[in-house]
């Protein structure tokens, strides 16, 4: 993106020559992914936590407990499947809030210009938020998981 040097007005005949680039064309915004990596692993937990509950509760109902492979029954193998898939989604969204995380803090101090200093800031305080949040859920994922491992044959 150009933008006209700031020490003389642009006339209708003016060159390439008196536009420069920008350097905060580039910048990240505080907002948009880094919100997306805060809340992702708190939407897989709840993802997970319904599911979990959902298939417990009306999958021995429906006769679905019924249904065995190696001995365990299909409600166990659904709920794993699942808290399998939110575990990845979750390590994911970890992987992805620690990226941007080095990206603020290389941005950071790269940068010469005080004028976004404090977005900057907190781009880099949410991006780490994220990283520790999505630690926070994916433990809570594994810890809600290993009860289901001593009850794979029951319903």
């Known amino acids: 993106m150009q933008t006209p040097m700031p020490s003389e007005p642009l006339s ?13 064309a580039s910048r990240e915004p505080a907002g948009g992914l880094v919100s997306l990596f805060l809340f992702g692993g708190a939407i897989c937990w709840t993802i997970q936590l319904l599911f979990a509950v959902f298939i417990s509760e009306w999958g021995c109902i429906s006769g679905m407990g019924d249904f065995r492979l190696f001995g365990v029954t299909a409600i ?24 941007s995380c080095r990206r603020q803090s290389r941005s950071a101090a790269e940068s010469d210009s005080e004028d976004f200093a ?9 991006a780490q ?16 998981t290993i009860p289901i491992l001593f009850y794979l044959t029951e319903c």
């Open 12 to 24: 209708p005949e003016s060159s390439a020559a008196e536009t420069q680039p920008n350097p905060e």
């Open 76 to 99: 166990a193998w659904s709920v794993i499947a699942v808290s399998l898939l939110t575990m990845a989604l979750t390590g994911w969204a970890m992987r992805l809030s620690l990226g």
């Open 118 to 126: 404090a977005e900057r800031e907190s781009a880099r305080y949410l």
């Open 129 to 144: 938020v994220a990283v520790w949040s999505n630690g926070l859920f994916l433990f809570i994922i594994v810890a809600q």
